[in-house]
């Protein structure tokens, strides 16, 4: 587990642009390369309307490929040529397997889409390690432990108000976890990295909406950025009780915030999640 002093205390990023200019066709997003290099669409949409409990049925990897029963694993079905794991759909995701893949950025990134115990996850790799060191203006990307405001724009707290507490919802040997289902309409984004304005390999601080390396859902278009670490607010879709959370900030699109960390532990080179917040996952049904 690496620990990290706080580094940004960065107001929320103003843009608020996304489906409005999806509806205008101002291209935020070109949809015909999300379709090609996005999370696998067709089950994904498929899942959104069966909710995590069928999105479980269809999706668990079968058993003995590797890992403990937490074990993260690839999912690139429909595109196992495209993605650059690919070749590893199903199997359990492994750490080297991400540094080898952020060493050909040039942000010092990578990510992949997955499956965790029955629900869809992105995994994120970024060398902190490395990068925090450097002026941000380098463009090598890097956590940034943020404070959160609502989708009011109310102040909620401080990441680190959370990871204090609970240090293992800090990155973990660079790597971060995030449940895969929107925070707007409960759709399945994907990690992509893409040459247009919001999708190429580029990296700029703060958690706004500028620059690449971005989170999107392909349904209306949010963003989210996967090194801004904050906290925030959601709501049980079922009892209505609201919780705060560690997440990724939304920096973008028409989703109220960002979406829950799920904790990681190593077990060597294998990636596996710790099942201590699933209250924070139930946002969708
Ligand atoms: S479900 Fe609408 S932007 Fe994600």
New binding site residues.
């Given amino acids: 587990m690496i620990v990290m002093s706080r580094e940004y205390d960065l107001k929320p990023a103003p843009s608020d642009e ?2 409005s200019a999806i509806a205008t066709g101002k291209s935020l997003i070109n949809r015909r390369q999300f379709l090609s290099y996005g999370f696998n669409t067709v089950s994904g949409v498929l899942a959104a309307s069966l909710g995590v409990l069928g999105f479980a049925s269809l999706l668990l990897p079968p058993a003995g490929s590797g890992g403990g029963d937490l074990a993260a694993k690839y999912w690139a079905k429909g595109r196992e040529d495209e993605a650059w794991y690919g070749p590893m759909h199903e199997q359990v995701m492994k750490k080297s397997d991400f540094v080898a893949e952020a060493a050909k950025s040039s942000t010092g990134t990578s990510g992949a889409s997955g499956v965790w115990n029955g629900v869809p996850i992105i995994v994120t790799y970024v060398d902190h390690s490395k990068n925090a060191g450097s002026p941000v203006s380098n463009g090598k990307a890097r956590f940034q432990f943020m404070d959160g405001y609502d989708g009011t724009g109310k102040y909620v707290g401080h990441f680190e108000d959370l990871s204090d507490v609970d240090p293992r919802l800090l990155p973990n040997e660079n790597l971060v976890m995030i449940f895969g289902r ?1 925070t ?4 399945i ?1 994907g990690w992509q990295l893409v040459s247009n304005d919001y999708t190429e390999d580029t990296w700029t601080p703060g958690g706004g909406d500028d620059g690449g390396t971005k989170l999107f ?1 392909i ?4 963003r989210f950025d996967p090194t801004a670490l904050e906290m925030n607010t959601n709501t049980n879709r079922s009892n209505g009780s609201k919780f705060r959370y560690a997440g990724i900030r939304r920096s973008g ?3 109220p915030v960002g979406l829950p960390i799920i904790p990681i532990a190593m077990n060597g080179d294998f990636i596996e999640g710790l099942p201590d917040y699933v209250d924070w996952y139930t946002y969708c049904d």
């Fill in positions: 996304g489906a929107c707007h309409l409960c759709c984004p859902c349904c209306h278009s949010s699109g028409p989703a």
